[in-house]
């Protein structure tokens, strides 16, 4: 019996016959939950908890397979899993209590700190064991020899053919009677792809799931037959057993095989995708054919009629997904031969990410050589490349070149010139990476020659360069938390677990999807303009009309009242924005109208039918393209200060004796909350009431806006939000079009709507962080004393404004970062593009700005031949900020001091100038980088906040407030706050949900401070109710709380209050640059040390320290999360995050997880350690607690500034010195290109005039 984790999205539903499966609601509930759940909650392992089940469910079946898991085991455990929001420390740190170290528990001498927990222990305590009991009858069924076999399942659409043997695979394929056009399918995670996402229709399947026959594995003389069938973990383990049992020179092309598995989808993909599968996909990228094609793999085929043949892989592929297979004939087993004394063989891959992504460039390659007169000569070879063209293309000029010559890193530099020949790539090929794609081809053909050169005696490779030859080492992760929790009575500064978190670990959290369907429910689905800018000349919706019980709304449905504007005019600061589109369409996904049908399924096959024709106009996709065509829209900000001031504005500064001058730019991000956009709408049955159940973090927004287009009074609508699958501003306003939409249908029809965007259509349509580009010109001293900043700002807001002149102001307010900087010139400009309109995420333009400053400040450095730590222009206690905002208890030298000295910078930066100096190949660097980031909403009226608490007779509390819960623990603390002030234990406090009819007109939860504002309303009720209850606590001071509630209620005592508070002294004049922009600042400050292979672009980041001043948390292990959470998040932003568009249609090419990358599990620093600065006090928040959601989040590029680092080395290296420009995302793509040697300027490919490159960032 097999336990295995796989994708349930990828796993038909006949693919389980015979199977149990289990899922995270059979392992536990939250009165008994299973220790893989418990041991997750516990450790705050769950934040928005909507990737929580996948996460336990890997650990439990990790722990079924492994009980004794080493760490390594379990950080493996996890490499097909994603989470957004908890930077995954804590997960790891829970699951790795069930690892062994190897030590003897009962003579270990940390025995008694040991927080090891044995899994099987636990199983010996519970019947059954630590694993779901597996049915008997299923086990009857296993061992019943004479049970059914082969069978078919079929209904009207598709056949499912289960045959048991390979002749029965076989016939299939063949006769009238047969099939052989049906779709072979083993792991599905092709075929459910093309089915899913490409509109694929396959009526019959024939599974090979028991086909035995084929899963089987040979030692031959010569080498080792795989049957086709063997899944891609099984491969990878029997691999690494061929590679310690057979002799070293005869697995060199196992180990090529198994280095690129390691690296191949996640283990859910392994678990069931085939060899078969991979090799008859046949794709551009996939990890095996170029390593079975350089190994000379020879493939057996079969079919009824002819037998079997013999095929060398290196003849199969024709064609971008074009192999040399019949139609009847079926791939039966793989031989992969032995490696002989002199032949070599090795594997690369390089991705986006490193786990669980595919390649932008593989390889697989061979050499045979031969010994003469003391050197090595070339036989033979094979250099196979996965992403250089169509399909696996072997390197044939290159390989006979090298044939006859010497295995010399000089042939081997001159063969790699011909690789350029042999993979020729246009500037405009589909992939785009032209230029990296090059070099990586060349790069890894140089690594080759040095791996081999490695294992050849009598050629020696310099002791600088051998760390080129393996990829970057990372070590298990690790790291600390320093916090302190109150010592003081009361639940206000106590490491709580979040309150829902046993509620998600055991699935048991409810999320708009989990509502169950309502009597007479309809699933919508949105008809997006399928071009960036036109007009819609006509739509039919005739066809899917046609379908049993489909429906099609659109603008001609949104009621004509005009009691506040035009009703299809929505938008969350103006409304500039059509709810539905009535004639031009200014960005692709931009909703045209909804098909609405009785299943999802059938909604989406109904909308396939909607026609629409457009007339096209001119896109603009970039901000570039919009600052040339100068689309913009009307509102700008300016800031002016100092002697930039009245009439001498342009007159060069005269402290400032240098100036540099350049451009500092950035990507944009998505969002890539795990629940993706939803909402549930319900009508009521009189006087046009209307309940909207919304993943929103903008409960109010939604009312008004639902009412808005209703036409009705925001009385008649109530939005309830139970908890958010994370949200990271993404649904502040874009969640609101989907409320409305779906509130005109259940209006129109008078049922109840529901839709969940799929993730691509999330990605394609509820925009993104702002890309920003900024212009600026410094000026400073010799000693680097910044004296002066002119900066242009443009930030691409999409086609409407969105929250975008907010999001503007802020990067604008935070372009100084933590510098002071007396003269500044700022303007700032919205750019107006055919993109969705871009929106509010974590940090909310403040990144952006601080992205700006550190980029200038790298560029003053770099002028003057300084570091950045040697001159900082750190603010002052009591010093203005340029929008004349008093800085009161500045923490920022402190937080820099104290973290040179915990993370040990100096020292450190010295061994990583050492590790340089001994490496060529391989550079570290090393960076601190502060951060000071502004506290309010910068909109002054936004900054209230209202309560409700409910004291029961029974002393129960029940409260709620106008915030979401997104993850972010919000709830908790606000649970905290209510039992601290009341004097009652946490248990006692209940909160439920956020309800707009229970408090109402609150702000979004957003800008970090909905603790502060909350929290203080949760204060304020409170205190009402026990300023009542005063009396007769003072009178019956022995009474216990239930006593006193009990005798209030008979003194007929109101035990109920509304809170309410507004934050004090905001007020911002942006015309005259006067008034207070924020409540207070939150700062801080991150060492990074990372290391990076220069010839790949491949990093790891070694080690991060994060110092935070977050005044006295309320909550300090939920502040602890955020901060890690924010960290992984900016660090995604500012390395590998990167959402690209189609220049000539607009088209957001990277829709999906598997082309849009956020960080993975093994993508965290190696060693991340977290203080919270301890005895800082604010007074302008409750308890002394700051804010802590977005601060952080800019820290996490620390990781980028630290790669410039390393990049300067390897430049240096090359003689190479001064600024150089590196634009964020430091992707891969970006570090190796400027990392500048041979390689790269070989492969510089320019554009022809009027063509346009395959993908371009906002
Ligand atoms: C999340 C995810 C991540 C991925 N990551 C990677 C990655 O890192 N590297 C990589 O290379 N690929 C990756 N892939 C692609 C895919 O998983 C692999 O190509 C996989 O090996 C396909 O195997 P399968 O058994 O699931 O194929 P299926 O989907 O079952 O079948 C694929 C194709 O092969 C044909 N076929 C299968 N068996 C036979 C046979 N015996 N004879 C003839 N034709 C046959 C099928 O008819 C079908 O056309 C990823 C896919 C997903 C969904
Ligand atoms: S807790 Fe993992 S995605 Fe939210």
Redesign the pocket.
Known sequence: MQNLSVNAC?APACSMHKKHVVTVEGLGNTKNMHPAQEILANAHGSQCGFCTPGIVMSLYTELRNNPRPTKHDIEDAFDGNLCRCTGYRPILDGAKKFSVCGNDCNTCEEKDTCEHVDIEDFGKKNAGGFGVKYPDELLTFHSNASGPKSFIFENKRHKWVHPSTKSELVALKLTKNTFPDA???????????EVRFKNQYYPIYIS?ADVAELKTMSVLDNGVEWG??TT?ANLQKQLKELIKKLPAHQTRGFEALYDNIKY???RQ?RN???L???I??A?PI???NPVLVALGAILTVESQNGGQRKLPIREFFLGYRKIA?QKTE??VSVFVPFTTELQFASAFKQAKRRD???AIVNGGFLVSLKEQDGSYIVEDSCFAYGGMGPFALQAKKTSAYLKGKVWSEGEVKTACKLLLEDMPLSGTSPGGQIEYRKTLSQSFLYKFYLRVADQLPSLSIAENVKSALQEIHRDISSGSQVYQESKEAGAVGKAVVHLSATKQVTGEAIYVDDIPKFHNELYAIVVGSAIAHGRILSVDPSEALKLPGVYYISHQDVPKSDHHGDPNMIGSVFHDEELFATDTVHCIGQMIGLVLANTEAEARAAAKLVKVEYEKFPAIITTEEAIEKKSFFPIERQIITGEFKGEETDRPLASATHHVEGVARMSAQEHFYLETQASLVVPGREDDEMEVYAGTQNPTETQHLVAHVLGIPSNRVVCRVKRLGGGFGGKESKSVFLSCGLAIAARKLGRPVRCMLSREEDMAISGTRHAFMGDYKVGFTDEGKLVSLELDLYANAGYSYDLSIAVLERAMTHCDNSYRIPNMKLHGRLCKTNTPTNTAFRGFGGPQGMMIAEQYICHVAEYLGKTVEEFINFYKENEFTHFRMPLENVFLERAWKELEASSEFHKRKQSVEEFNRKNKFRKRGITIMPTKFGLAFTARFLNQAGALVHVYIDGSVRITHGGVEIGQGLHTKMVQIAAHELGVPIEKVFLSETRTDLVPNTSATAASVSSDINGMAVKNACEQILNRLKPIQEQHPEFTWEQVVKAAYMDRINLSANGFYKTPDLSYDWASNTGRMFSYFTYGACCAEVELDTLTGDHIVQRADVIMDIGRPINPAIDVGQIEGAFVQGMGWSTIEEPLYSPTTGFLLTRGP?LYKIPGFKDIPVVFNVTVMDGVRNTRAIHSSKAVGEPPLFLGAAVMFALREAIKAARAEQGIGGYFRLDSPATSERLRLSCVDEFVSASKTDLLPGEKPWGVPL
């Open positions: 990828l779709k072979i399918i083993n792991g599905n995670t092709e075929v459910g792809i090979t086709s069938l891609i191949f989808a996640g993909v069931v995708s085939a078969a599968g991979n008859c996909t794709s996939s990890d095996l297979l079926v791939l669980d992504d595919i598997g």
